[in-house]
């Protein structure tokens, strides 16, 4: 491998920089390092093909970055003069696709305090709301989305609705809300966040087999969902190290 080393200096080192880089963000396979370190220069172009080319198809939601940033600045001039709740609805999207969610947050209040009569800016102020610590405002909005629609965002609004539950202190509502959704739906996050549940109750049996439910579903899915679910198999395996066999 030394002489190869030398035959692709310095491209061989920053082709294996680059899949150092790719292994440490996607976090696949530990094995995956190995080859890139101890084959140099073909192992890096072995993984890059196997691993990081695949991941191109993630990256088209990164590629409408600019775009929507335009998008919001033309919308944040709009909605000086033109205060409807579609515009305010639309703001909020965006400013969640850009990881803005204080100012999602906003935008959905005003979308909401125009036009109540809409569930989904109350779902996703309750996503927000969640995402940024604070389950007890999360809540009201919430029960309105599955008071009305129960399976709201194929049952991610109800499992969202039991996280929020057990974030408040409400273990008995959570525990049962989760065994509802989780008889219908496979979402990995709500069986994750069921296992969290279940860990807290000191029911550490139940919430090792939810979090390696979540690692089961692994081999049966496309490489395309696999890649999509890694930071949930992730959190899964970090799970069941913490947890007590």
């Not at 929507?68 to 600045?73: C, G």
């Not at 065994?179 to 496979?186: A, E």
């Not at 979540?214 to 890694?230: E, F, H, N």
């Amino acid at each position: 491998m030394g002489f190869l080393s030398y035959l692709f200096y310095p491209w061989g080192l920053i082709l294996q920089g680059l899949a150092v880089l790719h292994f440490l963000r996607r976090r696949p396979d530990t094995w995956w390092l190995w080859v890139i370190l101890l084959l140099g220069p073909i192992g890096a172009i072995v993984y890059l093909f196997a691993e990081a080319v695949p991941d191109l198809g993630l990256l088209r939601g990164s590629l409408k970055f600019f775009p929507r940033r335009k998008r919001i600045r033309e919308l944040e001039i709009l909605v000086r003069d033109n205060r409807s709740p579609g515009i305010f609805e639309e703001l909020g999207d965006l400013y969640m696709d850009d990881g803005k969610l204080t100012q999602a947050r906003a935008a959905f209040d005003h979308a909401i305090a125009a036009r109540a009569d809409t569930l989904d800016p109350f779902y996703r102020r309750g996503v927000c709301a969640l995402l940024l610590n604070d389950a007890a405002a999360a809540l009201p909005d919430l029960e309105h989305v599955v008071a009305k629609e129960p399976r709201y965002d194929f049952d991610r609004a109800a499992g969202l609705l039991a996280h929020a539950y057990a974030q408040t202190g409400q273990r008995q509502k959570a525990d049962a809300l989760f065994r509802q959704v989780t008889d219908r739906s496979t979402s990995s996050e709500t069986y994750l966040n069921f296992a969290d549940l279940l860990a807290a109750e000191g029911c550490t049996a139940e919430a090792r087999e939810w979090a390696q439910k979540v690692l089961d579903k692994r081999p049966s899915l496309p490489g395309y969902q696999r890649r999509l679910q890694r930071p949930w198999f992730r959190r899964a395996r970090k799970l069941l190290k913490q947890l007590p066999a």
